[in-house]
């Protein structure tokens, strides 16, 4: 099983940064971490992806972030972070780390961590 902490969330002025962590700890039974990523979610709406990265690291975003946003991972430290250049109001939400884990007898599960708030002020 895999547990995630996420840190780094909290209020910035527009155009400021921020940089969001998630280190993924797993159980004996999780063999390895595949794609690690970050979504976001407004309430009563499904959760939006916002970057993914492999563990070769090849990084995906959602045509909103690019070119402001950048995903990263450390796989000897099993961590993901977003850090988050130029933000706007409209990026205010709750972002969740999501890891894709195989575990003992090669099955694969989607862990989601608890979400952190990012408020950006006009």
């Known amino acids: 099983q895999v547990q995630l902490a996420e840190s780094g969330g909290g209020l910035v002025q527009a155009r400021g940064s921020l940089k969001l962590s998630c280190a993924a700890k797993g159980s004996e039974t999780v063999l390895r971490f595949n794609d690690m990523g970050w979504y976001r979610q407004a309430p009563g709406s499904q959760r939006e992806l916002v970057a993914t990265?492999?563990?070769?690291?090849?990084?995906n975003y959602a045509d909103s972030v690019k070119g402001r946003f950048t995903i990263s991972r450390d796989n000897a430290k099993n961590t993901v972070s977003l850090q988050m250049n130029s933000l706007q109001p409209e990026d205010t939400d709750v972002y969740y780390c999501n890891v894709d884990a195989t575990l003992l007898g090669n099955s694969r599960y989607y862990y989601w961590g608890q979400g952190t708030q990012v408020t950006v002020s006009s």
């Open positions: 990265i492999t563990e070769n690291g090849i990084a």
